[in-house]
């Protein structure tokens, strides 16, 4: 045997071991990530409507990776069944606990309303309706037009309010627009006796708005409050070449509120 078949062999068997011990590696590697530990989810088996009371045909248990499943995920059908859906589901969507209500003794809606808060139904048209196009879910803005000093006058009264059922529907799975007669909204006490003024004093309109702009929205309530907080602010301006003291003025900035804008003006005094 000479010595490159020596050389030969050598190297074979040096490369039979190092292959054998990465592959020993990656098996090891991947018999963790197979070993990782399991948790049960719950998913919805079928579409569920707001307000739909869980059923046991409405949801199934199936296995996540631990390091996969969702924060507050539900783990047992136990915690499920019974609840009300305060959001809708669809096929494969996890049920997360904040998407659950404990059923009321009344009718569903009632399990829909966030705590301290409530319920109110006005009467609406085809034009405070917003031609039909409000959905359970949408948010709007609440506008009042009245008689101010013989002229009309319109304010923004609430501003982001949540509407929970159009006419009896709490449910969203459709996007026709429908005439509807009454919208129900979920507002605090305080909002609820302005909203309740504001139907006797004037008409309501609503502003429908887009689902992602959570912008703030100067309302009349909190305007009422800004002229208080304002000064003037006086500004003394001479004449470049006053030939006399009795020449020099001085104006006064006047902040002035005009709806939702501030606009500031100068008078002389």
Same mark, same amino acid.
């Given at each position: ?41 719950? &998913? ?33 059908? +136990? ?40 319920? &109110? ?33 319109? +304010? ?73 907080? &304002? ?37 002389? &005094?």
């Amino acid at each position: 045997m000479n010595k490159n078949t020596m050389l030969f062999i050598t190297m074979s068997i040096v490369f039979g071991v190092g292959a054998v011990f990465i592959a020993k590696n990656w098996l090891n590697e991947n018999q963790q990530e197979l070993t990782e530990a399991q948790v049960n989810v719950v &998913i919805a088996t079928i579409n569920i409507a707001t307000g739909t009371i869980l059923k046991a045909n409405h949801v199934n248990l199936v296995v996540f990776p631990k390091s996969m499943a969702p924060d507050k995920a539900a783990n047992n059908l +136990e915690d499920v069944i019974g609840k009300v859906a305060k959001n809708q589901f669809y096929i494969g969507d996890i049920v997360r606990a904040e998407r659950l209500a404990k059923q009321g003794d009344g009718s569903y809606l009632a399990s829909l309303i966030s705590e301290n808060m409530r319920a &109110i139904t006005i009467r609406v048209n085809d034009v405070v309706g917003v031609a039909g196009f409000l959905l359970p879910g949408n948010r709007v803005d609440i506008l009042n037009t009245y008689q101010q000093d013989g002229q009309p006058t319109t +304010e923004v009264i609430l501003s982001n309010i949540n509407i929970l059922a159009v006419d009896q529907r709490a449910a969203s799975d459709e996007n026709k627009p429908q005439l509807v007669r009454s919208i129900t909204v979920e507002v605090d006490l305080t909002q609820a006796e302005i909203l309740m003024s504001a139907r006797r004093n004037g008409y309501l309109q609503l502003a429908l708005r887009n689902p992602i702009d959570d912008n703030a929205v100067l309302i009349a309530s909190e305007q009422a409050a800004i002229p208080e907080a &304002i000064e003037p602010k006086v500004d003394v301006l001479a004449d470049p070449a006053p030939k006399t003291a009795a020449k020099i003025r001085q104006r006064q900035r006047v902040e002035l509120i005009r709806g939702v804008r501030l606009q500031t003006v100068q008078v002389d &005094i």
